[in-house]
């Protein structure tokens, strides 16, 4: 029994200091907070807040983490955004009495060009599911791709 009690005594010490310096360490408390940002989908923020954590300390894995994390979100949420805008100038494009064929094509070019965005910072793993991403972030992402590549099947079936 007294031999339970000293490695139950030993295992609540460690414990102690371990949270002990995860507390007053200014990386970890750092990247807590970055981790909170990421999950709140404040991701520009949590990636200045993992970043001067990994700058602190080389060796934070949580920061490393939420920063590669963050990094990739922020890569979505710029294709979200231009998706916004290109579709948009299609909208107007095709709000026209007549769509002529340079107007065709710049909406095929606007479609490719997103197209390959999608492609270039897509982080998908052998087994369809995303790396270190937000499925929700990913599944938007997703979405406007497909209306990409839609439009781009119907401009191409009328040219």
């Known amino acids: 029994m007294r031999q339970v009690n000293f490695w139950l005594l030993v295992v609540f010490g460690l414990l ?3 949270v002990f310096y995860f ?12 981790k909170y940002h990421y999950m709140t989908a404040d991701y520009s923020q949590a990636h200045a807040l ?10 934070n894995r949580m920061a490393a983490t939420v920063m590669t994390q963050s990094q990739t979100a922020l890569k979505f949420v710029d294709y979200i ?16 009495a007549s769509i002529g064929d ?3 094509v710049k909406m095929k070019m606007m479609c490719e060009i997103m197209m ?5 910072i897509s982080p998908i793993d052998r087994d369809g599911r995303a790396i270190l991403l937000d ?11 497909q209306q990409f590549v839609d439009l781009y099947e119907q401009i191409t079936a009328t040219s």
């Open 16 to 18: 102690a200091v371990m």
């Open 23 to 34: 507390s007053f360490n200014p990386s970890y408390q750092r990247s807590i907070e970055a």
């Open 50 to 59: 993992a970043s001067e954590a990994f700058e602190l300390d080389r060796y």
């Open 81 to 96: 955004d231009e998706s916004k805008k290109y579709l948009g100038q299609i909208s107007k494009i095709a709000e026209g």
């Open 102 to 104: 340079a107007d065709r």
């Open 116 to 120: 390959e965005s999608f492609v270039k």
């Open 135 to 145: 499925d929700d972030l990913l599944e938007k992402a997703r979405q406007y791709h």
